[in-house]
């Protein structure tokens, strides 16, 4: 299906120009995927650390004056966790609207359509048993963080609190 908006036809040495901004869109496609998994690995070193920081603070190293207030750090994983969400979710929109404009342009310009036959051969995301979009996993991954800093944070607060009365 052609849209308005787009022309289907082109003198002779547009289709080369056509065909090195598809290079280049393909390309930024590229860059976004390399950008938003250098941050899946930003956000999962630092929730590692964090985890790790419970166990070293929660240790019979420090005083219970200061394990008491251990959960802050739970706190910040929340946080952390919750923002690795919705960047996830904003990448996942990009990389969509990015495919999107792929394939108009194989659809309308090129005689070629091999971003739209991968995702035809996927079954357009419609069979799990074909495809189970990145994203899905990665917000997974995600609120599985944040359900360890809530629940840790939770029970070394109930804890504590038990402890002061």
């Known amino acids: 299906m052609k849209h308005s908006s787009y022309k289907t036809s082109f003198p002779g040495e547009d289709v080369m120009e056509i065909y090195q901004i598809y290079k280049l ?11 938003r998994q250098t941050t899946n690995t930003f956000f999962l070193s630092i929730n590692s650390f964090l985890i790790t920081l419970w166990g070293v603070f929660y240790s019979e190293l420090f005083p219970i004056s200061v394990r008491r207030f251990v959960w802050l750090i739970g706190i910040l ?8 969400y919705i960047i996830i979710k904003h990448y996942s929109r990009l990389n969509s609207a990015k495919f999107k404009v792929i394939s108009k342009i194989e659809n309308n ?24 979009p990145l994203s899905k996993i990665e917000r997974k991954i995600a609120l599985i963080f944040l359900t360890i800093h809530f629940l840790l944070s939770m029970a070394l607060f109930l804890f504590h609190f038990q402890l002061s009365l």
Do not use: C
């Not at 994983?77 to 690795?84: A, D, E, F, L, R």
């Not at 091999?114 to 069979?127: A, M, Q, S, V, Y």
């Open 109 to 132: 310009y090129l005689p070629f359509t091999p971003f739209n036959l991968e995702w035809e051969h996927l079954g357009r995301g419609k069979d799990k048993t074909k495809y189970i």
């Open 25 to 35: 869109y393909v390309a930024t496609t590229d860059q976004i995927s390399s950008r």
């Open 77 to 84: 994983g929340m946080i952390i966790s919750y923002n690795w």
